[in-house]
């Protein structure tokens, strides 16, 4: 079964709006009211054996059970009775509230921290619609329950043998999206290693250098916008709380947050389709960038989104049917790619000089060298498919007698891609 998600622009009237965005709160007070039940029930749990607090912990008698996922979700059409305003929001979208916080349960138990939390007002950002009878979405307009015709800006369609399984409609600053799933029911095999193998170095000076010797400069989409930002948030901060003005002003600042989160994603989905295009197998590092972006740089390692870089390229490759990889990150950088020999070097110093065989480039281009070899190299164990293009590149030790002395310089070592 293949999955995919189109996200499309959709454009409600005021009306619609403020029914979206009702049924957003009641999805939210339906789903803190089960959350202040389980924690009522978890409280009751904690007391001492012969007495019980009256002051701290909730009483609730021993036979109690837990409330689980379809105790609540069997509770809703008595819930109704007692709220009626729980009717106005679709039954299912109801229901997808209490299933998302028992995901978040069940997240809690297998990890052991991270206890679900309540949600304050405006931070239910989303509707899931999971079921529809017929196909909701035609070239203008998507069909919602209770909700209407919202047009929509489908560009680009949604293609042949798909079927619609479910709609997330999603509010960012003020505008809105739907994030519709389809799916068809066909087998895609994995890629396999084949073609030309490209390695990918990533970094601040340089966003990313690949063994052809493209080199692309980091466009850093926070810094240019932080005097901007700091303006409006400096403004933001001369505003009473809960008026107008404060709320304007509020969202100003998310709608210029949005816009970096859109360009960052945008330019990242054309560097990875830009790799797939140069090559059929792309190889970078196993970075814990999560823990990097702790250090001092990191405010700078998040404008790049190396993390988010790196899972785009991953599902491009999938997409594109390129073979993706990754490759111990320990010493790319300290190391020779033409003889293999250790050549350390400072931070400082930006040209790859090899005493031991002469080979000379940039840093960056000579550690994505560095990263496509030990890409060959774990690919070349797997089977015999890595083998041949390990004896095609001229890897030693790998089924050829030629060594890395002998190997011939990188032709592109020195070309520059295009922004």
Known sequence: MLTLNYRYRIYPDATQEQRLIESMEICRSAYNYALREIKDWCDSRKCLIDRCSLEKEYIISSEAKFPNEINQLNNLPNAKKEFPRLKEVPSQVLQQAIKQLHKGWQYFQS???????FKKHGQFKSLLFPQFKDNPVTDLHIKLPKIGLIPINLHR?????FVVKQVRIIRKADLWYASINIQCDVSVPEPMPHGHPIGVDVGLEKFLATSDGALVKPPKFFKTLQSRLKVLQRRLSRKQKRSKNYEKQRMQIARLHHKIDNTRKDFHFKQAHALCDAGDMIFMEDLDYQTIAK????????????????????????KRGKFFGEVDARRTSQQCPECGGQVKKDLSVRVHNCPNCGYKTDRDVASGQVIKNRGIQLISTD???????????????????????????????TRKSKK
Request: with cysteine.
């Open 383 to 413: 089977g015999q498919s890595g083998i041949e293009i390990a004896c095609a590149v001229g890897l030693p030790g790998v089924g050829t007698t030629q060594s890395r002395s002998e190997a011939k310089p990188h032709k592109g070592a």
């Open 111 to 117: 990890r052991g921290f991270g206890f679900p939390r």
């Open 295 to 318: 250090g001092m740089l990191g405010k700078y390692m998040l404008d790049a989104g190396f993390g988010q870089f790196r899972t785009i390229v991953k599902y491009v490759c999938w």
């Open 157 to 161: 369609p949604i293609p042949n043998g």
